[in-house]
C-alpha cells in the first residue's frame, strides 16, 4: 500500500498527472467495487438474515458478494449480531487478519448500538463501533436480508468515490438506477415510456 | 501415540453453527479431548427479564433460541398463565399448536441441511432452506416478522389469522412431505452421506438418559420420550401423531429423526386446521400489568431440540422475581467431549452439527 500511496500522491501534485490518476481510480473502484466478498461474522439471531441473504430468493452471489470464512480473503466485513466483551476481541482480531482496503457493515440493532440489549445488561458491547470502524450501519431486529442487499449497494458508492491518492475524493455520478433512488427509476420508466428520446 | 496438539477451533468458526469455541486435543488425527468453551453470546437474558414487567420479557424469550423463537415464546408464557391462573381460548391453542409446528420445520431445516453441508453435501442445504424460506413467509404473513415473532403472549396470542392463511398453510403441508422425501433419497440415501454419518458419536440410550439429553438426541438413540405424548400439554391430546425413533444413536440416526419429524409436524398441522373453530385468540381481561401473587411455577414444553423448560418465581411485583431456562441445547451440547473422543478432526463437526446447538440459548 505504501508504494502505491506515494505514487498516488506524485501524480496528484504533477501536472497532468491526475488524469493518469483518474483513469487508475477509476479501474480501481470498479474492480474493488464489483466483488466485495464478505467476512461473515454472525453471532446471533441476524445471522440467520445473513444466512438466508445468500440462499435463494434473495441470492447474493449476484452482486458478486460471497461469504468467505476466511478473513484472509474477504474485503467486507460483515458484524450480524450481539457482540459480547468475550467475543470483542475475536472479533477485533479477525478484523486486523482481512487485508486493507477493507470495509465494516454493522447489521442489526445489536451491532449498531446493543439494541435490546443496550439496557439493563453486563456483557454487551454497546455498539460494534466502540471498537471498529463502521462504514454502513444496518437498522433493523433483524433486518430483511433485502436490507443487507442494500447495504452493500450504498458501501459500493463509497468505493467508488475512494481514490488511490490519499485525501482525495472522487465524485461519480451514477448512471443505473440504484434501489432506494425512485427517481432513477422514474427516469428509465419515462424512457421506456417514450418520454425520454423524440 | 504420536506428539499431542492443541488445536483450538471457534469462537468464529464456519462449523461450529455459532460461537462457540472448541479446544481440541489431538493425536495425530484423532480427537482424545474436547473442551468446549462457552460464552461468547452470553447476553444476561435472565438478568435482563428482573428489570421487566411480564409483558416486556416477550421479546427477549425470542431471543434466546433464534432459530425457534416460537417454542420460547411459548414456554414464557405458559409459565406466565400458571403463576397468573389465566385461561387461555380454545382458538389461541391451537394457533400455538399450529405455529410451534411449522416452527418445528423451520428449525429442523436448518439441522438437516448444515448435516449434510457438515459432510461436504451442500446441496441439501439448498433445499431444506428453501422449505425453511416458505415457512418464515408464512410467519411474516401471520405477525410481520421473519425471525423475533413475539406471537404468543400471555393470555393467547396477539392477532388472529389473516385472511388466505389457512389455504396457504395447507398448501405447504401439503407439498412438503414429499420435498423431504427427496431430500431422503438424495441426503440420506447417498454413499458417501452415510458413511460419514453412519457409526459416528453414537450415544447410548443410558447415557442419553443419564447426561439429560431430550429431543431428536434422545429419540435418535431409540429413547422415546417426547413431552407431547408423554407430559401432554395444550391440544395434543386431542391430535393423533408418531414420534420417530432412531436405533443406533449414531449422528446419521439424529439427523433422520429430525427429518421425520418434520413430516410428522405437517400432520399435526393439517389435524389442527380441521379441528380448529372460530372464537377468541386472547383470554379476557388480562391486563398489561400482570402481577402475581408471590409464589413459583415451572412449565416446559417441547421444543425443537427438546424439553425447553421456563421457571419463574414471582414476589408480588409487576417484575419476575427471577427467570431461570432449562435450555435443552446447553444440556446436548454437554454430550460433545464423549460423543468426540476417539473420533477424528472432521467428524467432530459433524458431531457437533448433529447436536444442533443454538448458542443464543446455550449462553442465554
Ligand atoms: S439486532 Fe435483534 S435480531 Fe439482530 S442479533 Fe440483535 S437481538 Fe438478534
Known sequence: MALIDDLGKALDSSPGGSVILTSVDAIMDWSRGKSLWTMPMGTACCAMELIAASFSKFDFDRHGTIPRADPRHTDVMVVAGTITYKMAPAVQRLYDQMPDPKWVIAMGNCAVSGGIFYYDTYSVVRGVDEFLPVDVYIAGCPPRPEALQDAIFQLRKKVDSESVAPGRVRDVEYVLPLPGDPRAGDRIQALRDGGGRK | ?364
Open chain 2, 1 to 364: 501415540m504420536t506428539e499431542e496438539l492443541v488445536v483450538n477451533i471457534g469462537p468464529s468458526h464456519p462449523s461450529t453453527h455459532g460461537v462457540c469455541r472448541m479446544v481440541t486435543t489431538l493425536d495425530g488425527e484423532i480427537v482424545r479431548h474436547v473442551e468446549v468453551v462457552i460464552g461468547h453470546l452470553h447476553r444476561g437474558i435472565e438478568k435482563m427479564a428482573e428489570n421487566r414487567t411480564y409483558l416486556q420479557v416477550v421479546p427477549l424469550t425470542d431471543r434466546l433460541d433464534y432459530v425457534g423463537s416460537m417454542y420460547a415464546n411459548w414456554a414464557y408464557c405458559r409459565a406466565v398463565e400458571r403463576l397468573a391462573g389465566i385461561r387461555v381460548p380454545e382458538r389461541a391453542e391451537y394457533l400455538r399448536v399450529i405455529v410451534c409446528e411449522l416452527q418445528r420445520i423451520a428449525s429442523h431445516m436448518m439441522s438437516v441441511g448444515p448435516a449434510g453441508a457438515d459432510v461436504g453435501a451442500t446441496t441439501a442445504f439448498m433445499y431444506t432452506f428453501a422449505q425453511r424460506e416458505q415457512v418464515v413467509d408464512l410467519f411474516e404473513q401471520l405477525c410481520g416478522a421473519r425471525l423475533t415473532y413475539n406471537y404468543v403472549r400471555p393470555g393467547g396470542v396477539s392477532m388472529d389469522v389473516p385472511e388466505g392463511w389457512v389455504d396457504n398453510v395447507r398448501a405447504f403441508c401439503r407439498s412438503h412431505p414429499s420435498a423431504m422425501a427427496e431430500v431422503d433419497r438424495f441426503l440420506f440415501g447417498n454413499v458417501i452421506a452415510r458413511q460419514r454419518m453412519k457409526g459416528i458419536g453414537v450415544l447410548a440410550p443410558e447415557d442419553a438418559v443419564a447426561w439429560g439429553a431430550s429431543g431428536p438426541v434422545a429419540r435418535g438413540s431409540g429413547v422415546s420420550w417426547d413431552l407431547r405424548r408423554d407430559d401432554s400439554y395444550s391440544v395434543y391430546p386431542r391430535l393423533d401423531f408418531d414420534i420417530p425413533l432412531g436405533s443406533n444413536g449414531d449422528c446419521y440416526d439424529r439427523a433422520r429423526v429430525r427429518l421425520w419429524e418434520a413430516i410428522e409436524s405437517c400432520r399435526i398441522i393439517e389435524q389442527a386446521l380441521d379441528q380448529i373453530e372460530p372464537g377468541p385468540v386472547m383470554a379476557e381481561a388480562v391486563p398489561r400489568l400482570i402481577t402475581p401473587r408471590p409464589g413459583e411455577a415451572y412449565d416446559h414444553i417441547e421444543g425443537a431440540r427438546g424439553s425447553l423448560g421456563v421457571y419463574l418465581v414471582s414476589d408480588g411485583t409487576p417484575r419476575p422475581y427471577r427467570m431461570k431456562v432449562r435450555s435443552p441445547a446447553f444440556c446436548n451440547l454437554a454430550l460433545v467431549p464423549m460423543l468426540a473422543e476417539g473420533h477424528t478432526l472432521s467428524d467432530l463437526v459433524v458431531i457437533l452439527g448433529s447436536l444442533d446447538p443454538v448458542f443464543g440459548e446455550v449462553d442465554r
